[in-house]
């Protein structure tokens, strides 16, 4: 036996299956969400693989290692198939999604021209968007009226969206800009609270947060690609428990803070020291624009920041990773486009107090890493809550920079524990062991 009970002993959660069609709805049709939508379309045509998508090519084991039992994970559980996903979105920049696709210059022609058909369908929502939250970005596909009014009519569209498609279900994954930082303040710390601010068209409520809470009104799981606050409140949260809606957040964990939680874990597990870490970046697509404006940089800093503190503990290992340095740069360097260069220069320290270094030298592309990760958080937000899951999804947490979780708790960053809670959470809704690689049974 693996635990205390057997797979027998246990029940399935009753998960409502994932019948007719699911609607994929994205604020923001830039980099990242064409890419994710070219990518679902050349695979349901054939023309591509799923790779970097767990809910597509992950397996999972179940039982005993002798049991041989290692299904694909959409085998195991009852995701949405690909057949069965349609997408919208809504942006201040009308392009349609094949126009969105070419500026952002991510996918090459032998790619986007085979599905050009479908990608010119999607044209976006009328955006709520303020350039006071996005600097960097004029558009004129915008919404007018009051913050409530805004948010009105983006239930509004939620519904039609769904009534035009025939889908059962709605998510929306947040693929826009990274707005300027925001603090939680009174405004967003009941829903009463909340609600007064948007009426009252209150700056502590920035668009982000008209999205989630449109979304949650109307049932739909959310989940938060980029740094800003969003649904991180008190407010949203409560909201969000009360109707049985799944959320999840911060921040796409793609690049240099995937490699971070990596590397950083590794060296804590041999108990090796670190001096700093300065990390620097070179990106030149429109993500690296606005990120040039400092205060959306502020909120990636803060958000690419505290990875490497949550996961080494200074307060608990002092001789080891008190008060290293860490610094992150971002610039912006236009002839690089969506293909990021970045360097990492890590200061260790070994036996006896001796310095090493480690670099890493990444040449990423940022939405081609991004784009599996939207399919993911789609698919897994949906089934989480046809599974009853609501609020807080903290076995996403592999998916992001800065795990959303319950107030008080530290959020969890190594990659690997990660990637244990979010198979053991698979494996617990669907009535199966936990896997704790004790493995002494083998051994009896
Ligand atoms: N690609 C990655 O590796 C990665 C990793 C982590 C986070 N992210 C985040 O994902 C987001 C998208 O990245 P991208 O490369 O696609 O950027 P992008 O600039 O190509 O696309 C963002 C789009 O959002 C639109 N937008 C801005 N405010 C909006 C609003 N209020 N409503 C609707 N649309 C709005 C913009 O007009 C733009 O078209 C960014 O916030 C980025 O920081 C990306």
Redesign the pocket.
């Known amino acids: 036996m693996t635990g205390s009970s057997t797979a027998q002993d246990r029940q399935a959660s009753p998960i409502a299956p994932a019948t007719g069609k699911l609607g994929i709805l994205t604020?923001?049709?830039?980099?990242?969400?064409?890419?994710f939508i070219a990518g679902v379309e050349s695979v349901r045509r054939g023309l591509s693989k799923p790779i970097g998508s767990l809910t597509q090519m992950a397996t999972i084991r179940l039982g005993k290692r002798t049991d041989n039992r290692s299904p694909l994970i959409k085998d195991f559980v009852p995701l949405a198939n690909l057949d069965d996903l349609v997408f919208g979105?809504?942006?201040?920049?009308p392009d349609d999604a094949y126009t969105?696709a070419k500026k952002?210059g991510v996918l090459e022609d032998r790619d986007l021209e085979p599905i050009k058909d479908f990608l010119s369908t999607i044209k976006?929502m009328k955006?709520?968007?303020?350039n006071k939250?996005?600097t960097r970005?004029n558009?004129t596909n915008v919404k007018t009226g009051s913050k409530r009014e805004q948010a009105e009519a983006l239930r509004q569209d939620i519904r039609d969206f769904k009534a035009q498609n025939g889908c059962d279900r709605v998510v929306l994954v947040?693929?826009?800009?990274?707005?300027i930082y925001i603090k939680a303040g009174p405004q967003h710390a009941t829903i009463e609270a909340f609600e007064q601010a948007m009426d009252a068209s209150d700056e502590a409520i920035a668009?982000?947060m008209l999205?989630a809470w449109a979304a949650i009104m109307e049932g739909c799981a959310f989940a938060n690609?980029?740094?800003?606050l969003t649904t991180d409140v008190p407010a949203l949260l409560e909201l969000a428990n009360q109707k049985g809606v799944a959320l999840s957040g911060k921040?796409?964990?793609?690049?240099q803070t995937w490699m971070k939680t990596i590397i950083a874990p590794g060296m804590k597990a041999r108990m090796l020291g670190l001096a700093g870490w300065y990390s620097t970046n070179i990106l030149g697509?429109?993500?690296g624009?606005?990120?040039d404006d400092p205060a959306s940089f502020k909120t990636?800093e803060e958000s690419k920041l505290s990875v490497l503190h949550t996961i080494l503990q200074p307060e608990k290992y002092p001789d080891l990773y008190e008060g290293f340095s860490h610094v992150v740069r971002i610039n912006y360097y236009p002839p690089r486009g969506?293909n990021?260069e970045g360097w990492d220069n890590i200061d260790i320290v070994g036996w006896m107090g001796y310095p090493m270094q480690i670099k890493v030298n990444f040449l990423c592309r940022?939405?081609i890493?991004?784009a599996p990760l939207v399919l993911d958080l789609a698919l897994f937000s949906d089934f989480a809550q046809r599974a009853g899951m609501k609020g807080i999804q903290e076995w996403l947490s592999f998916y992001y920079?800065s795990p959303m979780t319950a107030a008080g708790l530290q959020p969890e960053h190594d990659l690997f524990i990660q990637q244990t809670k979010l198979k053991n959470t698979l494996r617990h809704l669907m009535g199966e062991d936990q896997i704790t690689h004790l493995g002494l049974e083998y051994y009896a």
Do not use: H, M
């Open positions: 604020p923001g049709l830039g980099a990242v969400a064409t890419t979105a809504w942006d201040p920049i969105a952002a976006p955006a709520a968007f303020e939250y996005v970005i558009g947040w693929c826009a800009s990274t707005e668009p982000s999205y690609g980029a740094p800003n921040d796409f964990k793609t690049g697509n429109r993500d624009e606005v990120l990636k969506d990021k940022d939405s890493l991004a920079k």
